[in-house]
Nanobody, 119 residues
Framework: QVQLVESGGGLVQPGGSLRLSCTAS????????MAWYRQAPGKQRDMVAS???????NYADFVKGRFAISGDNGKNTVYLEMNRLKLEDTAVYFC?????????????WGQGTQVTVSS
């Protein structure tokens, strides 16, 4: 089993910055993808950014150039540095871990952390 604990959400003004953290504990595969998703009220959950165990990163177009994902393998933690925040970035941000095995995958979610961008 895997537990994901997010932190770092809060209220920020437009143009400001926040850093989210997600720490994983439990059984983590040597091959995995960790990602941040977000979901605004009444909208679907969208992938924001991901990072693989090999260090490859991927970003949604709506955050490219503003957000950066990074990982600290020693701490089993992934970070999402969010800069130049916009009103439309307001959402609950969820951490996701996909453990990859030769036989398939296991998918885990954190409880979410609220990010509110407001003046």
């Amino acid at each position: 089993q895997v537990q994901l604990v997010e932190s770092g959400g809060g209220l920020v003004q437009p143009g400001g910055s926040l850093r989210l953290s997600c720490t994983a504990s439990g059984s983590i595969s040597s091959s995995y993808i960790m990602a941040w998703y977000r979901q605004a009220p009444g909208k679907q959950r969208d992938m924001v950014a991901s990072i693989s165990s090999g260090g490859s990163t991927n970003y949604a177009d709506f955050v490219k150039g503003r957000f950066a994902i990074s990982g600290d393998n020693g701490k089993n933690t992934v970070y999402l540095e969010m800069n130049r925040l916009k009103l439309e970035d307001t959402a609950v941000y969820f951490c996701n871990l996909v453990n990859q095995y030769s036989w398939g995958i296991r998918n885990y979610w954190g409880q979410g952390t609220q990010v509110t961008v407001s003046s």
